[in-house]
């Protein structure tokens, strides 16, 4: 229908689920590489400090070549920084992120992806209390540093991070056993969120979600998140894996 194509691009700006992971593990292992003085240890550390994290290290294992390739940006990030643009290994790990990760998110069983909306919005209520900006910027591109949490927020974004490596998990063996999950259109999705709760007005400012407000971008994403929880149990899979 006509109004068909908006929801992707709301879904697109809020889907927030594997970007703040991506964000995490370039922050991670860009301090470990560009403070380490020897090219090859601070390669294998920056490695081993990024297979350390939720999610990074089965992604590694589970996609041929992507640790090879890791090392490759990595080094060649090491040898010449990028000066505009993101670094080379958040442009891998973001097309990790778009080729396998967001597939798999899709495919998770719906328990686990309302486990990573939970998760999610505990660190985001906390969020809006401590830093309404890391709130927003969570909301919009992922937060891209998590040393700038407070210990309670480093504590709630690595229980985010592990939710979304379990559903990753579950979504993975669901795409090896080509187990279907129901496929739900755009519209049906936007009539599901409709019945929990959002509005008209706020469908607009998903769509307007990078020229918000903190405070505004920060409630918005928490409605989003919770939307799904007011659904009954057999109904709230979809919109969860979608959000």
Known sequence: GRGAPTWPRMRNAAIGLV?????ATAAVYGFVAF???DDDSAVDQALAEARALPLVGPVLDDVPGAEARLR???QEELRSPTTQGPPRPLVLMSELRATYIVPAMKAADANDAMAVLSARNT???HLRVTDVVICREL???GIQGGDRLDSVGQKLMRDMLAAIEKAYRSGRAALAGKTE???T???EVRKELTEAGLTAGDFDKLQRLARLTSDEACELAIRLNEAPSKLPADR???PARDV
Request: aromatic share 0%; proline share 4%; net charge positive.
């Open 236 to 238: 709230s899979g979809a």
């Open 72 to 74: 490759t940006a990595l």
């Open 123 to 125: 660190l985001m209520r």
């Open 35 to 37: 403070k380490a003085r």
């Open 185 to 187: 259109a755009d519209a």
């Open 19 to 23: 970007i703040a992971a991506v964000g």
């Open 139 to 141: 909301a919009v591109t």
């Open 181 to 183: 999950r129901p496929v």
